[in-house]
């Protein structure tokens, strides 16, 4: 890749992140405003599908709620493939009663000598819920694996396991949609500069990241060994090429939606209450001191 190709692609990255920040204004004139017509058209593209399937996402959860559909969406993938990206946008405008993330850390002492899938469990949904695990139980398949964190033995209990866990879910009523984001070699290479040279994102990076990094071909034979292995009628794999991040965004959304019969529920109509006056209040004026600086 040339220096000057290397500069676009990072500077189309980090024009990426900021867009995070500007969906929430699509109409302010400063949006892209460093961009060229044709790139502008393209975020407004964009933005105009998200939006239109985050308003069919509000109609999902309202279903979900209505019917008491129990679900739980999985995001694996490699470092920097984009899921924590598209988990935003499922989540932006959800209610968090209802949607809610579990991205669990790395388990303690305590926890590794449990049954594998116990700390999981906690997080399972009830009734009209849904939860979206940022990384699952297929740690143990991937990065427990490639570092060593688990022995052979380990490792193929939980194959044994895993089918059998996932099918006792979906027995129990709850619906397990699995998502893999694939990312090239070049395309994470890209990410992982971009993270490095950005200091809003040198957070993301860790010295795991960059481990897995050199490992790019253990984890590429954990990962096909995983989708084969696991791949059940019950709870299947998807696969969402993920180079692309804005295209895999709604791509996984669309997909995620078509996943579920929902429908719109009707809500009664709002009428907002008039307010009560009382002619013995009077509202106290707040002390500056209590104020925050108005710095802006």
């Avoid at 398949?141 to 688990?150: N, Q």
């Amino acid at each position: 890749m040339s220096e000057e190709e290397l500069m676009r692609r990072l500077r189309g990255d980090l024009l990426d992140s900021y867009d995070e920040e500007l969906e929430m204004a699509l109409d302010d004139p400063s949006a892209g405003e460093y961009a060229g017509d044709g790139e502008r058209a393209a975020r407004r593209r964009y933005f105009r599908e998200l939006f239109h399937l985050q308003g069919e996402l509000v109609k999902l959860q309202d279903w979900v709620v209505h019917t008491g559909h129990k679900v739980v969406i999985i995001f694996e993938g490699r470092d920097a493939a984009g899921k924590g990206g598209v988990i935003k946008r499922i989540t932006q405008r959800l209610n968090p009663r209802v949607c809610r993330v579990a991205a669990l850390p790395a388990p303690s002492n305590r926890e590794k000598t449990q049954w594998y899938f116990q700390r999981y469990v906690a997080h399972l949904p009830a009734a009209g819920e849904v939860v979206l695990f940022d990384r699952s139980w297929y740690n143990r398949a991937g990065v427990e694996r490639v570092m060593g964190f688990c022995s052979d033995d380990e490792l193929e209990e939980f194959f044994r396991s895993v089918p059998e866990f996932e099918k006792m879910l979906a027995r129990s009523g709850i619906q397990l949609i699995k998502y893999w984001f694939s990312i090239s070699d070049e395309e994470q290479n890209l990410r992982f500069l971009g993270r490095i040279h950005d200091p809003l994102k040198q957070w993301k990076l860790s010295p795991m990241d960059l481990e897995s990094r050199r490992r790019w071909e253990d984890y590429t034979k954990a990962k096909e060994e995983m989708l084969e292995r696991t791949h059940i009628a019950e709870a299947p794999w998807w696969v969402v090429p993920a180079d692309d991040k804005k295209t895999a965004r709604l791509n996984c959304i669309a997909h995620l939606l078509a996943c579920m019969p929902y429908q719109e529920v009707l809500r009664p109509e709002v009428v907002l209450p008039p307010r009560v006056r009382r002619d013995d209040y009077m509202r106290q004026p707040t002390p500056d001191t209590m104020t925050i600086p108005q710095v802006y």
